[in-house]
């Protein structure tokens, strides 16, 4: 089993740029978890999918960011215009079902300059 | 919503000892509580979880205690060693209609001295 699977692995952009982070959930899992990770505001769920329908995105800071899931295996999160106070690791996460256990991805490493 | 906090944010321990990292809840409906482990650069980890209906489990150098009266769980790890160096993780959910959400303490930054 792969895994998840977040590209890009690292993000480096300017500010006003438009970012797009990608996820690939396990197969088979019909929960998608996005979370942000910062030292100040450690792990936070951003948004959460359910057989690709978007059910809690409560999370999602501001309009600048967006999120789809098209179908079962793919997932992406989209910050525009980006901003220096955007820079954090993003993971996507996976389960089974909703309740189960969450697999996490490598994240994706963002800076925004 | 639920908060969860985690002490201590730091922890160093000399190889073989004992490391105890805790946990408190707010939302009493909470029923599942895993622990995450996080080294430098990589995902987070399940390393283990706890129910609501058990009070203690056991998974080799590793544990986890549950005391629902006072909202508290802990992880103990015994016999450490220098890879279980890492930031570790609680968190918390409900069985509720967000029972989907984890909400996760702060982190527990293990330095294992050898």
């Known amino acids: 089993d792969a895994g998840v699977i977040q590209s890009p692995r690292h993000e480096v952009t300017e500010m006003g740029q438009e970012v797009t982070l990608r996820c690939k959930p396990i197969?088979?899992?019909?929960?998608l978890f996005w979370y942000r990770q910062t030292m100040m505001r450690g792990l936070e769920l951003l948004i959460y999918f359910n057989n690709n329908v978007p059910i809690d995105d409560s999370g999602m800071p501001e309009d600048r960011f967006s999120a789809k899931m098209p179908n079962a295996s793919f997932s992406t999160l989209k910050i525009q215009p980006s901003e220096p106070r955007d820079s954090a690791v993003y993971f996507c996460?996976?389960?089974?079902?909703?309740?189960?256990?969450?697999?996490f991805g490598p994240g994706t490493r963002l800076l925004v300059l | 919503g639920e908060n969860v906090e985690q002490h201590p944010s730091t922890l160093s321990v000399q190889e073989g000892d004992s490391a105890v990292i805790k946990c408190t809840y707010s939302?009493?409906?909470?029923?599942?509580f895993p622990w995450y482990k996080q080294e430098l650069g990589k995902r987070p980890q399940l390393i283990i979880d706890i129910r609501s209906n058990v009070g203690e489990k056991k998974d080799q150098r590793i544990a986890v205690t549950l005391n629902k009266t006072a909202k508290h769980f802990s992880l103990h790890i015994t016999e450490t060693q220098p890879e279980d160096s890492a930031v570790y993780f609680c968190a918390a959910r409900n069985s509720g209609g967000s029972n989907y959400k984890l909400t996760f303490g702060k982190g527990t930054l293990l330095t294992v001295n050898p």
């Open positions: 996460a996976s389960s089974l079902q909703a309740g189960e256990t969450q697999y």
């Open positions: 197969s088979g899992h019909n929960s």
């Open positions: 939302d009493s409906a909470s029923n599942y």
